[in-house]
């Protein structure tokens, strides 16, 4: 999934711009992604001008 | 106060939809605002200049809104050398874009248009005859039904994609942007500044606009396909350290910029999409204010039109779509063209035209005339420059 470090996020909205499904929600303060129709896609996390997001190694449908 | 039903709902308070709201309204409809934030005019995620030819046709010019007036340019190559010219037709302003914003909403509010600030709407429940939207609006969740809805919701363009409008950037087409308002460092008080260097701004430039006395906007914007070691912010303090290194910093932000050829689709039924949102920006300046306003007036006009014939379907709205293919696609298209032939210069490309314009007076110098020949002097862009010159 997609990491978000609240500290450096600017709440900027480039990301949602760049993001195919829709999946980033921009509110006043913050920032939500929607883990369940995110794509893992990482343009999000290329664009961000403060990288603020990161793709973690856990993904949402791996197999224990 | 938030109503249940209105005849258009505007999402998004920036000079898009705010305009929209001006040129839709009369007293007998119901039009409202609806703003995110908790205050009209920010955050501020702009560098605030405009051209004086945009601001008088589709919006109007007060001097409580203006910090600069623009008569000149300084495009500095990647070896530090400094062309000046003058600006191509008209002069532009600074803004104070919160001064500006409110007094938008302020003439949007006295002709009768509703303006919530803290509204914002989430989504899209159903879309039939009346869409209904679902707006979180001072702690609580209300259902809203409009006849017509104007997206104008900015760069993350959240509630287009609800209706059919697809917005999203592809990634060569979308700039990350930050910048910084500085404060005791020393700029000429009427003159954009451009620096072009592939070394910090790679596909994108850096830029400072006066703010008055000893202050400016100082940002940066990269091309998000272009080298990746260092990110945007990072490369703005490089710069600024260089360049400032008294300086002090009032503000900070960031933000994204469409440098794309614009969308195909502006229209569905029930729904215009304006502004940023509709990625009408300049894709060579990453100018947006201009056609933001453009696109506002434009569309509270059609908007208001449908809603007296009560017709919201998506064949009457494309009278939207027809006037900007009409009157501003062109130019986009050209300079998305213009700014993907400039992508390919090198800082020696930079620095040879910089040589050649040295000791030209600025009155002979304008952009476009800089931009052609660097051009012209790249055998492999001639291609390029000619699909621009002719259109094609």
């Known amino acids: 999934m997609i990491d978000i470090n609240y500290n450096l996020c600017d709440v900027c909205g480039t990301c949602a711009s760049v993001c195919p499904v829709n999946a980033i929600e921009i509110f006043e303060k913050y920032i939500t992604i929607n883990n369940e129709t995110c794509t893992l896609c990482r343009n999000c996390v290329e664009i961000c001008p403060v990288e603020a997001l990161t793709l973690t190694e856990e993904t949402t449908n791996v197999e224990r | ?392």
């Open chain 2, 1 to 392: 106060m938030l109503k249940d039903k209105y005849d258009i709902v505007i999402v998004g308070g920036g000079p898009a939809g705010l305009n929209a709201a001006f040129y839709a309204a009369q007293d007998n409809l119901d039009v409202a605002v609806m703003e995110r934030s908790r205050e009209i005019g920010i955050p501020i995620r702009c560098a605030e200049a405009v051209s004086k030819n945009a601001l008088e046709e589709y919006s109007f010019i007060d001097d409580n809104f203006i910090s600069t007036l623009i008569n000149n340019v300084h495009f500095i190559a990647p070896n530090n050398e400094l062309v000046e010219m003058k600006m191509d037709a008209q002069v532009g302003y600074i803004l104070d874009r919160r001064e500006y914003e409110q007094t938008l909403a302020k003439k949007a509010a006295e002709k009768s248009a509703t303006i919530c600030t803290r509204a914002h709407v989430r989504g899209v429940q159903q879309i039939s005859s009346a869409p209904k939207l679902i707006v979180d609006y001072a702690g609580q969740q209300k259902i809203v039904e409009t006849k017509l809805l104007i997206a104008a919701d900015g760069i993350e363009s959240n509630i287009a994609p609800e209706f059919g409008i697809k917005t999203t950037l592809s990634m060569k087409n979308a700039e990350a942007c930050y910048q910084m308002k500085l404060t005791n460092l020393e700029i000429p008080e009427n003159t954009l500044k451009f620096w072009f260097t592939n070394d910090i701004a790679p596909g994108g430039y850096i830029w400072a606009f006066p703010k008055g006395p000893h202050t400016a906007n100082v940002g940066l914007g990269k091309g998000s396909k272009s080298d990746n070691s260092e990110n945007t912010k990072q490369r703005l303090e490089r710069f600024v350290k260089r360049q400032y290194p008294k300086s002090s910093i009032l503000n900070t932000s960031a933000g994204g910029v469409s440098v794309s050829r614009g969308l195909d689709e502006l229209v569905a039924d029930h729904c215009l999409v304006a502004g940023d949102a509709a990625r009408m920006i300049n894709p060579l300046t990453g100018g947006g204010i201009a056609t933001a306003l453009w696109s506002g007036k434009k569309a509270g006009l059609i908007a208001k039109q449908a809603i007296l014939d009560n017709n919201t379907s998506e064949k009457f709205l494309e009278k939207y779509e027809k006037a900007w293919k009409k009157e501003k696609e062109k130019d986009l298209k050209r300079l998305f063209r213009l700014k993907e032939a400039l992508n390919k210069l090198t800082d020696e490309d930079f620095n040879q035209l910089a040589a050649k314009y040295k000791d030209k007076s600025p009155e002979d110098v304008t952009l476009t005339k800089l931009f052609t020949s660097a051009l012209k002097n790249k055998p492999g862009l001639i291609s390029d420059v000619v699909k621009l010159l002719t259109g094609v």
